[in-house]
């Protein structure tokens, strides 16, 4: 099917943010510090909603789950491009790249759904508040997670089965500090004008169709809210401004890589330090910050940490 000269790359190597060295030792000490803030908040997260039985409700089992997937999102980029920068080493083998690039499209097309899940959870409670435990049972939200986990890896599937076998004959050199299919295909030796078609049809217009799916669902719940009462409209606002923000900042970047792919300017390695460093940090934050039970859930759980160490 391709041509058999074509020599085998083995690896790829990362051109990062910067090859200035005093630069590269400024974004070592920003990665780490906004790493250790992304596990240490997505974390407290996720055993505050595990661990207190007050937030074993549909809004906070989702909102652990998204916690968990910026975790993992961050940790599939964010400590190699710390080492990467520690080291000078840029490198990573053909199959980490693939590697990399299949759960980082698991866990996005993941967390997309994710949010429709959230939102369709906020829809029942503010619209429809007298059915929402018998709507969104456990069972529900075991069976929308399972949803969610399973339409992700379907997508990342679809998305390296088309690319996965293309040939590279020797060009290697990828301009950001991870593995993404606009730049992988782009060091392909072939004519890529199709599978770039096909990058885009899949992964951009998903995220633009289902950022628009969600705007309108947010729309739609506080018109209803405003048509039944103008009193709850300020209720419902300021319970979905922390959903609108999230997902803003989720698909902004997303939008931008895959319905402009291939950009003159480095702009979309800027933007992906917003989606695997800024956005995990911030999730947790407007969550927490805005969210009584929250922080009340995790008050609780630091005073029963310190009651343990006092006795042992």
Request: aromatic share 14%; net charge neutral; glycine share 6%.
């Amino acid at each position: 099917m391709y041509e058999t000269n074509y020599s085998e790359v083995s690896e790829f190597i990362f051109l990062g943010l910067s090859t200035y060295r005093p630069v590269q030792h400024f974004l070592l000490a920003f990665s780490t510090m906004f790493y250790v803030t992304i596990v240490l908040g997505n974390v407290s997260v996720v055993l505050t909603v595990t661990l207190d039985f007050h937030l074993h409700s549909p809004m906070y089992f989702f909102l652990g789950n998204l916690s968990f997937i910026d975790l993992c999102l961050s940790t599939l980029t964010v400590p190699k491009m710390i080492s990467d920068l520690y080291s000078g080493y840029n490198t990573i083998s053909f199959s980490g790249c693939v590697t990399q690039m299949f759960f980082l499209h698991i866990l996005g097309g993941s967390e997309m759904v994710l949010l429709i899940a959230m939102a369709v959870d906020r829809y029942v409670a503010i619209c429809k508040p007298l059915h929402y435990l018998r709507i969104m049972s456990p069972r529900m939200c075991s069976s929308l997670l399972f949803g969610v986990w399973v339409i992700g890896l379907i997508h990342s599937v679809i998305q390296l089965a088309f690319v996965v076998h293309l040939p590279f004959c020797g060009p290697n050199e990828i301009d950001s500090f991870y593995c993404d299919l606009p730049w992988f295909i782009k060091l392909a030796c072939i004519d890529t004008y199709k599978m770039e078609f096909l990058v885009t049809a899949n992964s951009g217009l998903i995220s633009l169709g289902t950022f628009f799916l969600l705007l309108l669902s947010y729309t739609f719940i506080l018109f209803t809210v405003w048509k039944s009462s103008s009193g709850g409209l300020h209720k419902a606002l300021s319970t979905l401004s922390a959903h609108i923000t999230v997902v803003v900042l989720f698909f902004g970047p997303c939008i931008f890589v895959y319905m402009w792919p291939f950009p003159t300017v480095p702009v979309d390695k800027f933007l992906a330090i917003l989606d695997f460093m800024i956005t995990p940090i911030l999730n947790p934050a407007i969550y927490t910050l805005r969210n009584k039970d929250i922080k009340l859930a995790m008050r609780r759980l630091h005073g029963q940490l310190l009651s343990l160490k006092r006795i042992s």
